[in-house]
């Protein structure tokens, strides 16, 4: 989420809460140091060194009310991965505790309408996340292929796009997870803590995690060292 913070005794997940000013600070960051952004589908071994991929998970309607702005004026691309039940109230689990969190399903969410903004600016891509937001690893292969499949489809039918690239739920994925992905995307994210290397698996990529706990010092670290830590 681009969005501030909840008062901390009212929240577990300010941590995934990045607040506008402190977005627009890492934007800026980037743009002064040279760093250009593309589409998690135009991954490439041609991308330039200084090439960055921001993803946003689940479908937040702040993705378009806080963070579309900032992307404008700073031009830069977004992949957003929308889960397709995220009108569901019960969508969103901890993932710590496998329970439902009443803090992540209050949030408001995309309405299809808002998506189609959001590819109408040409600065945003929209990927799969399942159909439920599913611990993928728990399901079997036909429920898999179900979560993973029928998302594309609705993604590609409501809004007229190919639906190419996918993000594992909470990050959970198993072998046959990344085989059925093969067969529906031409990439499928990770949250694996690192810099996309072509060594790896187009449908393991990985990802560096932005904190909202973190500042802008914590967020240069990250970019110059390719990891979390």
Known sequence: MISEHLPKNASKFNRLRVKPKEFEKQLAWLKENGFKSYFLSEISSELPEKSVIMTFDDGYKDNLTNALPLLKKYNFKANIFIVTNRFNRDWAHDRDTAKSSSELNNEEMLSDDEVKILLDSGLAEIGS???????????????????????????????????????YPFGF????????????????????NDVYKSSYNNHEIPRIMISGRGGILNFILKIKKGRDR
């Open 129 to 167: 996340h399942t159909l439920d937001h599913v611990n993928l690893p728990s399901l079997s292969d036909s429920e898999k292929e179900l979560q993973m499949s029928i998302s594309k489809q609705e993604i590609e039918k409501k809004f007229g796009i190919k639906c190419e690239t996918f993000a």
């Open 173 to 192: 994925f198993d072998k046959s997870s990344v085989e059925i992905a093969k067969k529906h995307y031409k990439f499928a994210t990770t949250t694996h």
